[in-house]
């Protein structure tokens, strides 16, 4: 499962940038990658680790500003298609992880 965190946060004063980018820190702390600026992905073996990391996301959020969290499954992720300019590049491929259970 693939967690998405997108956001639209101001940058207009000192405060605001502030907290733009303890935000954004802290998502690269919690492991997410900038897919592109201001989106942010996470790979999540299980449903309970997203839920996990989606607790973790809105206990961040900034006091302004819009934050979108969805979570899609390796299937949905696989059948993006990502273009630089006309040339298809490839989608990233999930980390591989061992789950001990």
């Known amino acids: 499962m693939w967690l998405f965190t997108m956001f639209d946060l101001p940058v207009d004063s000192k405060e605001a940038r502030r907290e733009y980018t ?43 500003g819009q934050v979108r969290i969805l979570a899609v499954t390796d299937r949905q992720f696989g059948k993006m298609e990502v273009y630089f300019g006309k040339t298809r590049g490839k989608v990233e491929k999930a980390p591989t992880q061992l789950v001990l259970f």
């Not at 309970?48 to 990391?53: G, L």
Request: glycine share 4%.
């Open 22 to 64: 303890q935000f954004r820190k802290t998502l690269l702390g919690e492991g997410f990658m900038m897919l592109q600026f201001s989106i942010y992905v996470r790979f999540c073996a299980t449903e309970e680790s997203a839920k996990k990391y989606h607790r973790r996301i809105k206990a961040a959020l900034p006091h302004e």
